[in-house]
C-alpha cells in the first residue's frame, strides 16, 4: 500500500491517525557519508532524492541550518514557468517543467501543481513584438506558447481593464498554458520524504561553519553538531552562498544576495484564472487555492542578507498591482515575507563541479529558484556523481564568466539586481 493512498488514508482515519509514520527520520550525523549536501531548502533536497533515485548514491546527509522550509522554498510565489528566449534556458526549463508534470506521482506526495497559465501583459508595440520573437523560440524549443490579443486577454481575466482608456493600455500578451503554481511547502516536504525513504539522512539545526581539507581538497565539513567528512560536499544554500563559500576560502563569486519580498492578500472569490504579470513594470500575481492573492515585484534595490524588507518597494508593489486591477484597491494585505535570493551576473543559475577539488555548487537562481527546483536538482545530482554536468547543465558552470559565454535573458550586462 503506497503511504498516501486511497486505502492509507481510510484506514488510519477509521484508527485515529495514530499509525502514520513521520515524514522523514530525525537522524544524528554519522562521522562520514559518500556526499554532503550542504542546504536543506528545495534545491539541497531535490538534490538528494535525485542522488539516490538516479544514480544509487544512498550514503547522503542533507545538513540544513535551520528547519526543512525555512528558507526560500517557502518563501516565494509559487510560480512554476519555462517561458524563456535562448535555447540553453529553454532545455533546461522544459526539462523541468517534464519532471514537475509527473512529480506527484513519482514522490506519491501532492505538490499541488497547477497547470492554471501564465500571461505576460505587452504595454507597447515594440514589448508584444518582444514577446513574440520569445514565443516563437519558445516553441522551436518544444515549449508552448501562444499570442493573445486585448479581446482575448479580457475574456480570460474580466476585472482587467483592457480599454484604450487604461492607464497602461495592453496591447497583448504571451500566455504559456503549461505553467502554473505549486504548493511550495509540499515540495520541501514531499522530496524530503522520498530521500528519506531511499536511506538519505536529513540533518536539521545543523550549521555548517566550516570546512575539512586535505590541502586544496574538499573532505567534510565542521558543523555545529560535530565534525563530518564525506568524498564529495555539495553547495546548495542561494543567498547564503557567498557567506558559505568563505568559510571555504572562496572570497570572490559572480553573485550578490539581495532582499525579494512577497505578499498574501485576504481570501476573496475566485477572480483570476491563472498567473499574470504586469509589463510596465515589474509585478507578477496569482490567486491561491484558499482564495488570497499571491503576489511580488521587484529587488528591495540594495544588497542585504535580511529575510525582511522595507516599506518603499511595498509601497512599489502595491502601486503596480493597482494599475494592473484598480477593482483590488480594498483588498486587505494578510501577511508579506522576504527571501534571499543569490543573483547572478547574467541572471542565470551556477550548477558546477568546483571551485575546489572535492566541491559541488549550485547557486545563482535569482528569481527563478523555486521553479527550477526538480530540474536542478536532477541536474546537480548527475553532475555530483559523474563528476561531469550533464548537458542540459553544462552551458551554466561556474567557467562560462571565464570564457565569457554568459546567458543574459533580460540583456542587463553585470549587474545583478537588474535580472
Not at 27 to 47: A, C, F, M, N, R
Not at 173 to 183: E, H, M, S, Y
Not at 206 to 229: K, Q
Request: charge should be neutral; proline fraction near 5%; charged fraction near 20%.
Amino acid at each position: 500500500m503506497a503511504e498516501y493512498s486511497a486505502l492509507s488514508l481510510l484506514k488510519n482515519a477509521l484508527t485515529g491517525n495514530r499509525d502514520w509514520k513521520p515524514a522523514w527520520r530525525k537522524p544524528d550525523p554519522k562521522p562520514s557519508y559518500d556526499v554532503i549536501v550542504v542546504g536543506g531548502g528545495g534545491h539541497g533536497l531535490s538534490t538528494a532524492y535525485y542522488l539516490a533515485k538516479e544514480h544509487g548514491i544512498t550514503n547522503v546527509a542533507v545538513v540544513e541550518k535551520g528547519w526543512l522550509g525555512s528558507g526560500n522554498v517557502g518563501r516565494n510565489t509559487t510560480i512554476v514557468r519555462s517561458n524563456y528566449l535562448y535555447p540553453q534556458s529553454i532545455r533546461f526549463y522544459e526539462h523541468s517543467m517534464r519532471l514537475w508534470e509527473n512529480l506527484s506521482h513519482d514522490l506519491n506526495y501532492n505538490v499541488m501543481f497547477s497547470q492554471r497559465g501564465i500571461l505576460n501583459l505587452a504595454h507597447t508595440p515594440a514589448q508584444f513584438d518582444d514577446y513574440a520573437r520569445r514565443g516563437n523560440a519558445m516553441r522551436h524549443g518544444g515549449g508552448d506558447a501562444e499570442l493573445l490579443n486585448p479581446d482575448q486577454i479580457a475574456r480570460l481575466y474580466p476585472g482587467l481593464d483592457v480599454s484604450a482608456s487604461a492607464r497602461f493600455p495592453v496591447v497583448g500578451g504571451l500566455l504559456q498554458p503549461k505553467a502554473g503554481t505549486a504548493r511550495h511547502d509540499a515540495v520541501a516536504w514531499g522530496y524530503a520524504r522520498g530521500a528519506d525513504r531511499r536511506g538519505v539522512d536529513i540533518i536539521e539545526n545543523c550549521e555548517v561553519t566550516g570546512f575539512l581539507r586535505d590541502g586544496d581538497r574538499i573532505t567534510g565539513v565542521t558543523t555545529s553538531r560535530g565534525e563530518i567528512r564525506a568524498a564529495k560536499v555539495a553547495v546548495a544554500v542561494a543567498g547564503s552562498t557567498g557567506h558559505v563559500m568563505k568559510l571555504a576560502g572562496i572570497d570572490k563569486l559572480p553573485i550578490e544576495s539581495h532582499l525579494l519580498q512577497a505578499f498574501v492578500s485576504e481570501s476573496l472569490k475566485p477572480i483570476l484564472p491563472g498567473v499574470i504579470t504586469w509589463g510596465g513594470g515589474h509585478l507578477y500575481v496569482s490567486q491561491s487555492d484558499k482564495g488570497g492573492l499571491v503576489f511580488g515585484g521587484d529587488l528591495d534595490g540594495y544588497n542585504s542578507y535580511a529575510q525582511r524588507g522595507n516599506l518603499p518597494l511595498v509601497e512599489e508593489v502595491m502601486s503596480e498591482l493597482l494599475a494592473m486591477f484598480p477593482a483590488f484597491a480594498r483588498v486587505r494585505l494578510l501577511r508579506s515575507w522576504g527571501g534571499v535570493m543569490d543573483m547572478s551576473m547574467d541572471g542565470s543559475p551556477i550548477i558546477t563541479t568546483g571551485p575546489l577539488p572535492g566541491m559541488y555548487l549550485n547557486c545563482g537562481w535569482c528569481y527563478g529558484g523555486f521553479k527550477a527546483t526538480p530540474a536542478s536538482g536532477w541536474c546537480f545530482a548527475h553532475t555530483i556523481a559523474r563528476d561531469e554536468p550533464h548537458e542540459i547543465n553544462a552551458p551554466f558552470t561556474l567557467d562560462r564568466f571565464h570564457r565569457g559565454i554568459l546567458i543574459d535573458e533580460k540583456g542587463q550586462g553585470p549587474t545583478p539586481k537588474l535580472h
